[in-house]
């Protein structure tokens, strides 16, 4: 049982730091590259759900642009992380909505 938690908690500290990277790495990047890496983030999914709402609340300029769009790409599987940071933090429920709004299409 010990061996799958620790084998969980590398995948997900692999994971982050995966991201972190990518995420870095749209600092210099121009657009066509933007599009390659946000593509990379939405391949992983509901996985990255939590890290992209952190990203979303955190970031600023081309790194909250690319973490929002993955979001809403992401589709349905982004709603509850988003709506668990909405009911935490007041200041992002306006985000949240808007993106859940997106996401639903409506």
Do not use: C, H
């Not at 982050?16 to 210099?28: K, S, V």
């Not at 935490?88 to 429920?93: A, E, L, N």
């Amino acid at each position: 049982m010990q061996a799958v938690l620790t084998s969980n908690v590398n995948v997900e500290y692999n994971l982050n730091q995966t991201l972190e990277r990518l995420f870095n790495d749209l600092d210099t990047a121009d657009n066509m590259t933007k599009n390659a890496i946000e593509n990379d983030i939405v391949k992983f999914g509901a996985e990255a759900a939590d890290y992209l709402v952190n990203k979303v609340r955190t970031a600023k300029g081309a790194q909250r642009g690319v973490a929002a769009m993955s979001l809403i790409r992401i589709g349905e599987e982004s709603i509850k992380p988003l709506k668990e940071e909405a009911m935490k933090d007041s200041s992002f429920q306006w985000i949240a909505n808007y993106l859940i709004r997106e996401i639903s299409g409506r």
